[in-house]
Structure formats: C-alpha cells, structure tokens
C-alpha cells in the first residue's frame, strides 16, 4: 500500500485566504520547565488543505461534527483540467471525460494552481466553473469536489441575484450551489498532477469540532495494490 500526502504543510507565516485568521502558535509547556511539550495553536477553520462542509455557507447546514466519517473517505478520480484553465479560466465539467469515473465517487480537480502558492497570484485571478457545474456532480452522486484551488468560484451572469458582488459573489453562488446538495469541497490540495488519469481512497477527515463549518485535513491518497 502506498500513500501519497495531498495535504500544504501549516506553518507561521503561511497563506490564508484574505480575511482569514493566520495561523499562529505559543508555547504552553515545555520539556525542561513542564516535563513535556504542548503547543497553544490559533488558526481558521479553512487554513491549509481543508474540507468546506454545509454550515459554511449554509445558516442551517450540517457542521463538521454532524456528518458521519464515511462521508470523508471513498474512491476518487483525478482528473486534468489545467488545460481549460490556461485556455480559458473557465472549468467546464461537461467537456471533461473522465474514463474512470463513476457514480458515487469522490472527483478531484488538478488546475495547476498549485504553483502559485506562495505568491500575490494564488488567491487572484481563480478559474470559475462553468454554468450547471451543480448540476453536472449531481447527476453522478459525486460527493465530495477537490481541487488545488484555495477556493472555488462560479461564472456569475447577475452577481445582484447572489447577494454579494464580484469574487463575493461568484465564491457565494458557487458553494451554495454545491454544499445545498451535500456535496463538500475540498481545497487547497497540492501533488495532485502525478495522480491524474487514476482511481485511488482519498481519506481527508476533519477535527470533530462542534458546530465547525469546515476544518484542515490530512489528505491522502491511498494506493491499494502498490
């Protein structure tokens, strides 16, 4: 069995999405005063590799601690579309044609973006998905969307009707879309271009946190036959 590790390595001074908290920690005790080490941690609920579940969009969704642990673990198909992203910006999943693909699974998304990380570009300037992006997942029960994106956004035809404006706007629509169907979004994934074109178990749980609207995950990607 081999794993491959998806998950950004959390660190001081690392990206957060603007307006997130950083991630900061102190010393609570140590090994020569205390007898053992302990760590006093601050962060956001979405810092690093983590999951967006119901509650983070949703006044009445689900929260972390509500949604059973198999919903976090399950086959899933990585698939290429930093082709459409260079070309266009815009990820349409109806030209997409994962042969690996069925119902059920977990789909995982390698933009490209990845790169970008660490730098004033990788949170501008983010591909949007197409229209009827929703719909597409739905119609084959996938249940869980990754991508190596910090976030996802949606083409916004009338950002008035969403309740907010510009990248507000398309975030809005986009994970209303998506967490209103229970199906949850997994970002900021990073060593994903090595696996595009397989079928491998993602497991990516979060902290049972009460009332948590999203959480960082270790994710993995686990190959049964090596």
């Known amino acids: ?22 991630f900061r920690f102190s010393t609570a005790a140590e090994i020569g005063r205390d007898g053992c080490n302990v760590l006093d941690l601050s962060l956001g609920t979405h810092t690093g590799t983590h999951i967006d579940v119901p509650r983070h969009f949703l006044a009445d969704g689900a929260a972390v601690d509500a949604i059973p642990p198999d919903r976090f673990a399950g086959p899933a198909v990585f698939a290429d579309v930093s082709a459409m992203v260079e070309q266009s910006g815009v990820i349409d999943l109806e030209a ?7 119902r059920g699974d977990f789909l995982v998304l390698y933009t490209g973006w990845e790169s970008r990380r660490g730098t004033p570009g990788f949170f501008t300037g983010l591909p949007r998905f197409a229209p009827g992006t929703a719909e597409w997942l739905v119609s ?29 706007a398309e975030a809005t629509q986009m994970h209303r879309s998506l967490l209103s169907r229970d199906i949850l979004l997994l970002e900021g994934l990073v060593n994903l271009q090595p696996l595009c074109g397989c079928r491998l178990t993602l497991f990516a749980l979060p902290l ?5 609207d999203g959480s960082p995950v270790r994710a993995v990607a686990v190959d049964q036959d090596l």
């Open 208 to 212: 049972r946190m009460a009332g948590a």
């Open 96 to 102: 997409l044609q994962p042969p690996l693909l069925e």
């Open 1 to 22: 069995m081999k794993m491959v590790d998806l998950s950004v390595l959390i660190h001081p001074g690392m990206d957060v999405f603007p307006g997130d908290p950083p």
């Open 140 to 168: 084959r029960r996938i249940g869980l969307l990754g991508t190596d994106m910090p976030t996802v956004l949606a083409v916004v035809e009338d950002p008035s009707t969403s309740g907010a404006e510009g990248v507000g």
